[in-house]
T-cell receptor
Framework: DAKTTQPNSMESNEEEPVHLPCNHS???????IHWYRQLPSQGPEYVIH???SNVNNRMASLAIAEDRKSSTLILHRATLRDAAVYYC????????????FGSGTQLTVLP | DSGVTQTPKHLITATGQRVTLRCSPR?????VYWYQQSLDQGLQFLIQ???????AKGNILERFSAQQFPDLHSELNLSSLELGDSALYFC??????????????FGPGTRLTVL
């Protein structure tokens, strides 16, 4: 199975941009890249997903490397509400059924 | 609020007992997924149903079973409970059957404590 590697933790200051990296060197051509986040005591929350091109939505941007072996989730202005565990997940073979959550990146936002 | 509802919010029971967790998907979603989150295993996919049919199976124990009803709500049944079954159980739903880019929306979870 294609795996992802993320830093265990990151810190950011409030109202500054945050770049959360993810390595997925064994990604194949049909694997989508998904990002979810889990706030304390809540269920995971969908953030964004993409295949090849960079993607933007109201929550974040996803920058995908040209070789697709890495990606970066960008929060443009971190708020205290963005403190969460962020998971980078590959949907293997195009199937988004069995999301495999790793250990994710714990993002701390400092006031 | 994702639109996915789960009941009960908390459940405390004893070893050897059986419990049922309930999930109502978002309006219009046909797939329901169940996940287990424990401290030592992280978030693990258990099983998926699409429009009443089982579609994918993950690390679900034989003591656990699930079904999806005609109104699309789903129930996860856990029997012969052990201490190690204590965990958060999340339900998620999606519009499609889990194909390309299908997004899963998660409920708030049921916290199960087995004493």
């Amino acid at each position: 199975d294609a795996k992802t590697t993320q830093p265990n933790s990151m810190e950011s200051n409030e109202e500054e941009p945050v770049h959360l990296p993810c390595n997925h060197s064994t990604i194949s051509g049909t694997d989508y890249i998904h990002w979810y986040r889990q706030l304390p005591s809540q269920g995971p929350e969908y953030v964004i997903h993409g295949l090849t091109s960079n993607v933007n939505n109201r929550m974040a941007s996803l920058a995908i490397a040209e070789d697709r072996k890495s990606s970066t989730l960008i929060l443009h202005r971190a708020t205290l509400r963005d403190a969460a565990v962020y998971y980078c997940i590959l949907s293997v073979g195009g199937s988004a059924r069995q999301l495999t959550f790793g250990s994710g990146t714990q993002l701390t936002v400092l006031p | 609020d994702s639109g996915v509802t789960q009941t009960p919010k908390h459940l405390i029971t004893a070893t050897g007992q059986r419990v049922t967790l309930r999930c109502s998907p978002r309006s219009g979603d046909l797939s329901v997924y169940w996940y287990q989150q424990s401290l030592d295993q992280g978030l693990q996919f258990l099983i998926q149903y699409y429009n009443g049919e089982e579609r994918a199976k993950g690390n679900i124990l034989e003591r656990f079973s699930a079904q999806q009803f005609p109104d699309l709500h789903s129930e996860l049944n856990l029997s012969s409970l052990e201490l190690g079954d204590s965990a958060l159980y999340f339900c998620a739903s999606s519009v499609g059957s889990g194909g390309y880019g299908d997004t899963q929306y998660f409920g708030p979870g049921t916290r199960l404590t087995v004493l």
